[in-house]
């Protein structure tokens, strides 16, 4: 069965177009590939909080291959107020370099087992929104965002529109003026220090209408609208904090599935009327229990991402598909991104 299969992880090196070196990780099944996945991360998160996803992945028949933005985790060089990299370097740079890895192994494994393979991006939060600023993006054969939506603070509402509009207005810049770097601390339990540009520049995102996508200094870069191929946005319902209701795709963007997520036991939450049903989900949504599966009763930010997996392969050529999943519920949700999973260990993808 896929899930025992044996997984190796194989630590390599990304060369960006300007030259930099970034520290990076495979994850692969001992046999022949199903196909070839990048994951992206989130805003200030490590590479390390992907890895159990990463493996589940592995075991499913994907080689992914996942990474830190410069400045973050395993590619922090020194310190992190002497490193100058700011948001559109990591999609820029270091997403295109992870994508143009992904490319290349996929090719070698096509070659070497003279058939086609598909190529998924994966990305969460800025990973998932900030795509398409990576230059060649349309290598892969489908995008899926997990808690991917646009941080404008006006896609919030009560106390937490309140919450956003200090942190991006004043505390995120504020402190980051003042410290040399995005505090760790002011991020989350889990979150890395973010390099001064960085911070800086999802501060000022973070305060315009449309967030990066009305930012006119970006219209050179920003690609979104020149992607054809099969688009799953995922948001959970109780992601209150960086994840507000989604409000709409990207101006220019093709419309995605969009599908919500919750971590309570009940319907799943459907998108727009003019998504695709999810079947496969929603069939089971009466026997959801995340919060016994992943030892929690929130997902919040860290969420459904291998039922999104899932879902978005219903679009995806034959060589896509994962096998049926049966994942066990026994792993600890903190080593996880997403437990939704669990509710669907024996869904056909």
């Known amino acids: 069965m896929r899930n025992e299969t044996e997984i190796s992880t194989t630590p390599t090196q990304l060369r960006c177009s300007d030259g930099r070196l970034l520290q990076a990780t495979w994850h692969e099944p001992a046999g022949p590939l199903r196909a070839v996945a990048v994951v992206s991360p989130a805003m200030a998160v490590a590479s390390p909080y992907y890895r159990g996803f990463a493996e589940w992945l592995a075991r499913r028949g994907y080689a992914v291959l996942s990474y830190d933005y410069r400045g973050i985790g395993t590619n922090l060089q020194g310190r992190v107020r002497d490193e100058a990299a700011g948001l559109r370097d990591w999609a820029g740079l270091d997403m295109a370099a992870a994508l143009r890895a992904a490319d290349k192994r996929r090719q070698q494994a096509q070659q070497s087992q003279g058939q086609a393979l598909g190529l998924l991006a994966i990305g969460h939060s800025f990973g998932g929104n900030a795509v398409g600023m990576a230059p060649g993006f349309e290598c892969a054969d489908a995008l899926l965002g997990v808690a991917a939506q646009a941080a404008d603070w006006r896609f919030w509402s009560g106390l937490q529109r309140a919450k956003a509009m200090l942190f991006f207005h004043a505390l995120l810049p504020g402190l980051s003026h003042l410290l040399g770097h995005g505090p760790a ?27 990066m996508f009305s930012d006119p200094s970006l219209q050179g870069q920003l690609g979104h609208h020149r992607y054809t191929g099969p688009v799953h946005l995922w948001n959970v319902s109780d992601d209150s904090l960086f994840g507000p209701a989604p409000r709409g795709g990207p101006s220019g963007a093709p419309v995605p599935q969009r599908r919500g997520a919750t971590p309570h036991p009940g319907p799943a939450q459907p998108g727009p009327a003019r998504d695709r049903p999810l079947r496969h989900v929603q069939a089971r949504a009466g026997r959801t229990h995340l919060a016994a599966a992943a030892g929690t009763d929130r997902a919040g930010h860290a969420s459904a991402a291998r039922a999104a997996v899932l879902s978005l392969s219903q679009s995806l050529p034959v060589k896509m598909r994962p096998s049926q999943p049966r994942y066990q519920s026994s792993r600890r949700w903190k080593r996880l991104l997403g437990g939704a999973a669990a509710s669907t260990a024996t869904a056909t993808p």
């Open 185 to 211: 601390w002011l991020l989350g339990a889990r979150a890395q220090a973010l390099p001064k540009a960085a911070a800086l520049d999802w501060a000022r995102w973070g305060r315009r209408r449309g967030y």
